[in-house]
């Protein structure tokens, strides 16, 4: 099997009450599964993806618009990171020394924090608000539609937030702004956003 679905890196209820047991049962066990499972379907042993990075598949199914590799395979690789992206006791403005270089350059943090919330509250339906290390080199808050990620258009992705509805329904219903400012200022994991820098 090409891709497999790892744990959740805390407990169900860990994130509570930002993001609820229900929300990641649903969300982690059912959708985030689904994707794997369609992964391997598609783009597993057999396929002409077989034995690439996950990485490297997300940008050759775009060049090829490969809608359901895209789709899928973008998620899996988009949701793997974003469990690891959220913390419990997370968030706040003291951020590795390395991202904070960054994050002054592209005018400091409530900017930041502002654009990377307005991304997500933008992406009309389903898709990903993220912060990118853009070809030139600076931080950039950007959005993708449904499955796809900046790896698709040659930028590095530190940060995402998943604005699909089954990441907030449950816990926020409507109230996307509402869940996109609680997540970034109660659950960012900003080490692995460092990580993620490489
Ligand atoms: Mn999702």
Redesign the pocket.
């Known amino acids: 099997m090409a891709f497999t679905l790892a744990p959740l890196p805390y407990a169900y209820d860990a994130l509570a009450p930002h993001m609820s047991k229900e929300t990641l049962e649903f969300?982690h066990d059912k959708?985030?599964m689904t994707y794997v499972t369609n992964g391997n379907n598609l783009a597993g042993d057999g396929s002409k993806y077989a034995g690439k990075t996950i990485e490297q598949i997300c940008v050759e199914a775009f060049g090829a618009k490969d809608a359901g590799v895209i789709n899928n395979v973008g998620?899996h690789y988009n949701?793997i990171h974003?469990w690891n992206w959220m913390k419990p006791n997370g968030g706040g403005k003291k951020v590795p020394a390395k991202l904070e270089k960054l994050i002054t350059e592209a005018g400091g943090f409530d900017k930041v924090r502002n654009d990377f919330v307005q991304a997500g509250v933008t992406q009309f339906g389903s898709g990903w608000c993220w912060l990118v290390i853009d070809k030139d080199g600076k931080l950039a808050a950007t959005k993708t539609a449904n499955g796809e990620n900046p790896l698709m258009y040659g930028q590095k992705p530190i940060l995402g937030c998943?604005v699909?509805e089954?990441?907030y329904y449950i816990d926020y219903r409507n109230l996307r702004p509402k869940y996109l400012e609680t997540w970034f200022d109660g659950l960012v994991n900003w080490e692995y956003v460092e990580k993620m820098m490489g």
Do not use: T
């Open positions: 969300h959708h985030h998620q949701h974003f998943d699909w089954h990441s």
